[in-house]
Each structure stands twice: as C-alpha cells, then as structure tokens.
C-alpha cells in the first residue's frame, strides 16, 4: 500500500511537467509583449526589470525561457514576479489567506453536499417514483442546470434588491463585513462568515447534488434487491434496520470513492461564483491576473488548479483502494 | 421506431394472434423512452428550441442588432387587454417615451395614451433577414396603429444599447444550442478514435494515448479555457473565428474522459466470441472494428453525446459570462448576461437577467432528454 501510494504520488510529478509545458506555450503566444508594457511602466525600474530579463532569459528563444522559468521554481521555489502587483508571484495567488479561503470554501461546499445529498438519496431510493422522488429528482436537475454564475446574480439580486437586506445592516459579497477582517475570532464574526457563506454554499454546492443524489439513489436502489437485503427481511427485521445497517453500508461506497474527484469541480465552479460574490479565492486572484494579462501569475495559477485536480484524483484512488479490498495495489 | 418489412409484420401480426408479442430493439427503446414523461416534455422542449432558433429572425420583431437610441434599457413593453371603460379588447400597446426625473436622475418611460397600436401578427414590411432560403421581410408580430404607424413592442425589454433583449435571446439560441452539438463533432470522432485504437491494439500504441488522456485530464478546464478565450481575444480575430476557437477549444480538452471509456469498452468487447468469429472468418481489423466493435457502444455514445451537451451549454455560458467567450456582433445567452456583471445594473433593469432563464430551461431540456435515453437505452432492466 505504501509503496502505492509513492508511486502515484511521483506519478503527478510528470503529468504537473507537462501541463507546465502547455500553459507555458499558451501564455507565451499571447499576443503582447510583457517587457514593452512594463517599460512602459514607470514604477517598474530598468533595474527590476533586466533582473527578471536576466534571471528568466526574457530576450532568449521559447524554450530556453520556459527552462529558465522551470528552473526557477525547481530551484528556488520562485515563480517570478506579478507584472501587475510588483509582488512576487506566490504572494499575489495568494494573498490574504486566499489559499485558506480556496480549501476552505471546497470542503466546507463537499462536507455540505455529502451531508444533503446521502440522507436525500436513501429517501428517494425508499420511496421510489413516488410524488416526492419525482419532485426531489427534479430541484437535483435544476440545480445542475442552473448556471453557477447566474445563480449567484440572482441569489445577488433577491438579497439586495428584492429583500433589501442592506436595509438591516448586512452585506451580502465578500466572506465577512469588512470591520471583521484581521479581527481575532469571536463569535460575531463566525455569524458574520455563516451570513456570507451559505449563499456561496448554496450556489456552488447545488450544481453537484443531482449527481450525488442519483448515485446514492441507484446503489441503494442495487443493493436493496440483493439476495442478502431478502434475508434479512425475512428474518423480520425492522425495515429501518435493513435499510441503514444492511443496505446503505453498502451503498454508500462508490460515493466515499468519488469525494476526492468532486474536489477539483467545486475549485473551478468556485471561480465563476468568486468573481460575482467577489470571494477571496484562488480563482479570483487568477481572473484579475487573467484580465490584467499578468502572464507569470496566470502559468502559476494554471499549475496550481492543475496541481488541486491530481490531488484530488489521488485522494480518489486511495479512498477506492481503502474503501474496496479487492483492490490489488501493485 | 424501426420500419419493419411486410414479411416481418406478417410473422409478427401471426406471433401476436399465438398469445406472443415481439418487440425489436428500437420498439423496446422507443416505448421505454415513452414511458419517462418527463424526458419525453424535455425532448418536446428540446425540439422547439431549434425550431425557435431557425426562426429567430422571424418570431423576433427586429434586427437583433439594429439599436433604438432613444430607448436604452427601455423596460418590457406593456400589453394592454382592456380599453379604457375596462372592456376586453384586441392586445395593443402604446408607443413610450424618455424621461428623465430631474432630481434623481432616473430614468423611466412614459406611455402616449394618445393613440393606440395593435398587436398585430404576420407583419410585413419589417426588417430583412432570410427565411427558409428566401429574403423576407414578414415578422411574427408588430404593433400598428390603424393609420400604419408603428410603436416599438419589446416583449423583454431593450439593453444599454436599445436593442431589442427579445431578438436577442432568439438570434443567441442559435450559438447556445450549436455550441453542444458542434463539439461534439470534433471531440467524439476523437474520443471514439483513439479509445477504440488504443483498446483495440494495446501495446505501446494503447500506453501512449493513455498517457496522453491523462495529461488531458490533469488539465484544469475552465481555467485553461479562460486562458485560451484571452489568446482569442487578443488575437484580434473575428467573431466568428472566436466562436470556432471557442469550440474547438471545448473540444480539445473533452476528449480524453471519452477515449478512457471507449477504450474500456473496447477492451472488453475485443475478448468477445462473435470478435473471434468474425476474425476466424477473415474480417480486417478495420471491419471488426466499425462493423462489430462500434455498433455495440453506439447506445452507450448517444446517451453520452445527449449528457455532455448540458455540460457544454454551461461552460460556453459561463466563458461568454466572463468575456472570454463569445465575441460581439455574435451573442449567445452567456454572452448577453455579460451586461448583468454587476448588482447595481440589475437593480435598476432587472429584465437583463431573462437570458439566463433561457439558459437554465434549455439546460434543464437536454438534461432530462439525456436522462430519459439513458434509462431507455437499457431496455431489458426493470423501470
């Protein structure tokens, strides 16, 4: 199992050099030279400036700058500096605890998800084309098929326009009021964080429940036909028991091993909702650098989003491998 | 259904006098597609939308780009069914006005209850555009006085530009709907190529596009796409051009979940006694390939073609959303809700949001059409 687990963990390593090369090439054949804007610019001295020429071979061919920029970080870590924040890279991906808040705003949305969609599930396998299946099926589709981005505008203009909540004092963009930030952690302020979040957990935690819900809804559904589930019913056992002890024990494991892959979605769902809800996100940090044209923030960005997709496939092949023990690891 | 011929009818007219009832495989798909309503009203709704698409031009009263400088943000136009003393009456509207309150500086649209304009249906004498092959210049619907004037009908109100949202949202189903349909164009014959290649042969070949799938899908999507909307932009190609990038895009970083499954399928197919057979009897790889292989996941393709339609729509929505999408003069629903980017535009002309509703509905549509062929797809499991 061990040896498993560094195998696919050295696995990334390639794959992360290769979406490298790719957002590299694609970020270098966008039109607009970066040094004629920084020249441009008069805050950026002739100094910075031919120190990044120098330390990223800006005036030599593609390949040799994309060696130098990998070298860069392999070496020392360093992506560079943001054209536009004069920062260097790291800080301005993730400045003000925007990684903290990226993490936080996926598990909290996944924790929620699993938490509605399981119980939601095991009702609609239970009562199978019944009225109320019907009708829990159909607001899991509408959730899917709103877009994340529309969702949020509306959530945005019932709060603010239809209710007036500005009118009782509350704010409804950002992930706290602004008086909170940098505060110690009290308990105004974790009410004022709930304020803020559950329209954003609602928003991007929806588009992902419909397919959880049919998931868990088939499995049960599965499992309650075996022969097992029979027997245990004919030794009279009471229903509730033969449902959550026998059968959803069962049913729930595709559903542990596909947590890791809903990971990456929520990340990139999260990035429409940050720039309407103005979240303080990866992804927010990487749509200004995008509209700003800060190459060395967007590859940073690209390889960071990248980076979060393989953990979560690894994450998912080791729930499947810990959950399922017919798994063989070699 | 599968047309049957008069021999098979005959023997299957003889089955059913016997007791038996026979069904072919199409006939069991179609009445088990009959049978989820709601994918049978998604289909329906599916269905007009493209008729509403083709005739956009037509149903809308206006060229989607011509621009009422007077009428900017104009709101939906009223349609009135009483007359003054209160009775019913034919539907008419009257012709609005600009006016600007002095103190707040708002802007609101007063009724000329001077005269009235009918609504009146199969108008000609509009704008041009072409209709089935023809230049036509007959509408859907106009509203007219009896002396022939015309007042402006916006049935969704009008954007900062004054033009027509109504139009708009039609003439923009066309890129919404053939953005689904166009990728998979490209992305399936792909997906479908290299997952039957690297199923079928194995070896290095099948290790080579496996390694290339996973680079794709290491690949994070929205981002990727956000950052190749920018290369488009700055381009400084034309709308049309991007709209094709913006596919093709799609496109590129869709295939590789489909070959994974492909080659699965293949994988375990290839194995099968009729593949043996059919190589016993001389057939070429080619052959054993489209003839044996392929129409076995055929289903398996449309249901996978019907989901990832949705799935498109929304991403292309979300990339016009952001301006990485769809250009201008060209629309599409994502692209018209790029006007709605912020809270205090929504607030003072809410209308702006309407696209987003066509949207979600024709989302909705394909999602249950998708649902529907899967289940019925299968036509031997239990419903």
Known sequence: MLTYIIRRTLYMLPLLLIVSLISFSLIKILPGDFLTRARLNPQITEETLQRQIDRFGLDRPFIVQYWFWLKSIVTRGDFGMSFDTKMPVFKTLFMGNRLQWTVFIALSTLFLQYLFAIPIGIYSATHQYKPSDHIVTFFGFLGLSIPNFFFALLVLWLLVVVFKVGNYGLSVAGVMDMRYYGTPLTWGKIVNVLWHMWPVWLVIGTSGMAGLIRLMRGNLLDTLSLPYVQTARAKGLKETVVVYKHAVRNAINPLVTILGLSLPTLVSGSIVTAIILNLPTVGLSYFNALQRQDENVVMAGLLFFSLFLLLGNLIADFMLAWVDPRIRYD | MARLSRKKQKAQRQMEEQGYISRSQGQMIWQAFRRHRVGNVGTIIVLLFFVVAIFAQFIGPYHYSRQFRKHSFSPPTTVHWRDDDGSLSRPYVYATERKIDLTTYRVTYVEDTSKKYYVRFFVSGGSEHRLLGFTATVHLFAARADDGSEAELFVLGTDRLGRDMFTRCLVGSWVSLAVGPLVILISFPLGIL??????????????????????????????????????????????????????????????????????????????????????????????????????????????????????????????????????????????????????????????????????????????????????????????
């Open chain 2, 194 to 383: 290299l997952g039957g290649v690297s199923g079928y042969y194995g070896g290095g070949v099948d290790m080579f596009i496996q390694r290339a799938c996973e680079v794709m899908l290491a690949i994070p999507g929205l981002p990727i796409l956000m950052a190749m909307g920018a290369a488009l932009r700055g381009f400084g190609l034309s709308a049309m051009m991007v709209f094709f990038g913006v596919i093709l895009a799609l496109a590129i970083i869709s295939w590789g979940g489909l070959a994974r499954i492909i080659r699965g399928q293949v994988l375990a197919i290839r194995e099968m006694d009729f593949v043996t057979a059919a190589r016993a009897a001389g057939a070429h790889d080619l052959r054993i390939v489209l003839r044996h292989i392929i129409p076995n996941v055929t289903s398996y393709l449309v249901v996978a073609a019907t989901l990832t339609i949705p799935g498109m729509m929304l991403t292309e929505a979300a990339l016009s959303f952001l301006g990485y999408g769809i250009q201008e003069p060209m629309t599409s629903w994502g692209q018209l809700l790029n006007a709605a980017t912020n809270v205090g535009s929504i607030e003072l002309h809410p209308w702006i949001l309407i696209p987003g509703a066509f949207i979600v509905v024709a989302v909705l549509a394909f999602n249950f059409m998708g649902d529907a062929l899967r289940d019925a797809v299968d036509p031997y499991s239990i419903m």
